[in-house]
């Protein structure tokens, strides 16, 4: 089953992706080369297997609330449709590897 959500510009082309993070409980988007995230303007090399996804490199997601309190970090290598959490997650999955979720078909 895949592992990802599609990503598709105006006219149906797919630009990335995007996965349900276990870790923090939010959805990452990765948009593929040539393309790439319209605020950030980052990238990741994707190695074609929907099914079992490898993008190169890292994916780091932070999401600042208010000056009082820390970001919320999420950094994981996706390989092989496994997802490799790095030590410096801020979630309960911290340095931690776990198989990727089965998207349903129903749900894209």
Known sequence: MP???NIADAVGVTIGYSYPCPGCKLHHAIY???YSHPT???SWNFFGNEDSPTFEPSVLSQVQFT???LPKICHAFVS???IYYLADSTHR???QTIDMEDIEEESQ
């Open 67 to 69: 000056a009082d309190r």
């Open 32 to 34: 593929i080369r040539p």
């Open 40 to 42: 950030t303007g980052a």
């Open 3 to 5: 592992k990802l959500l």
């Open 80 to 82: 092989d449709g496994k």
């Open 93 to 95: 999955l911290a340095g």
